[in-house]
């Protein structure tokens, strides 16, 4: 089962201290009106959950994954709006964005800031909105594949390594080996690596010991 984590820790309503709190300070649920969706947008209600929030309050990724699409109307009150798509067995989309903290292809990890909240889009005023679509996309679901995903909140733990399975690591691995590029990538001196710091990456002091190697290597080379 997917898990999702807080997106903000901050809303107009106050600041949450659990899950409950943070789905207690919610202006919009999956599901609700269905009266204003239907006719407009063809859904049996709101497909996501909305959160009120000061414009230019920090939002964060609430799954691990890689992103794979920006929306970026800046214009408010009108048009398609801005936010940020991170694609992990499903697309996990923020949206009514007022800044873009992350680019097309990043690998981001639970908890990273990808932008500021707004009022980018077809909206009221400025809030968050958290859609989640699972993968395979079931488009006739009612909500265009958005599911309820309000049981799959879980508060977050330890931070940087929540949400991240083995495949998560390697993506994030490979990704610190090609930006830092300095050995042939078909080697099997390369691929032995790779495969090493996959294995035992199981916290956030593992993969800063990574990220520390990488650093020495590629000094140690160009120095």
């Known amino acids: 089962m997917v898990t999702l984590y807080p997106p903000l820790y901050q809303t107009s309503k106050g600041t949450p ?18 009266d204003y969706y239907f006719p407009k947008y063809g859904t049996n209600g709101h497909p996501a959950i909305d959160w009120p929030c000061a414009r230019g309050t920090p939002i964060y990724a609430s799954i691990a994954g890689r992103v794979s699409y920006l929306g970026t109307d800046f214009r408010e009150g009108i048009g398609s709006g801005a936010g940020v798509v991170i694609e992990n067995n499903g697309d996990c989309l923020a949206w009514h964005l007022s800044r873009l903290d992350v680019k097309v292809g990043d690998v981001v990890v639970v908890g990273q800031q990808i932008g500021l909240s707004g009022n980018s889009g077809d909206s009221s005023g400025p809030h968050l909105h958290l859609e989640w679509r699972p993968k395979p996309l079931a488009y006739d679901n009612g909500f265009h594949g958005a599911v309820d995903f309000s049981s799959m909140l879980v508060w977050r733990a330890s931070g940087i390594m929540d949400g991240m399975d083995k495949a998560m690591v390697r993506v994030v691995v490979e990704e610190l080996y090609r930006s830092w590029a ?9 691929k032995r690596a790779i495969e090493y710091w996959v294995d035992i990456i199981e916290t956030p002091a593992d993969l800063l010991k990574l990220i520390r190697q990488r650093i020495s290597d590629v000094h140690n080379l160009t120095a």
């Open 17 to 34: 201290r659990d899950v409950a709190s943070l789905l207690g300070m919610a202006s919009q649920l999956f599901g609700d009106r269905y």
């Open 182 to 190: 300095i050995r042939n990538p078909e080697s099997d001196e390369y």
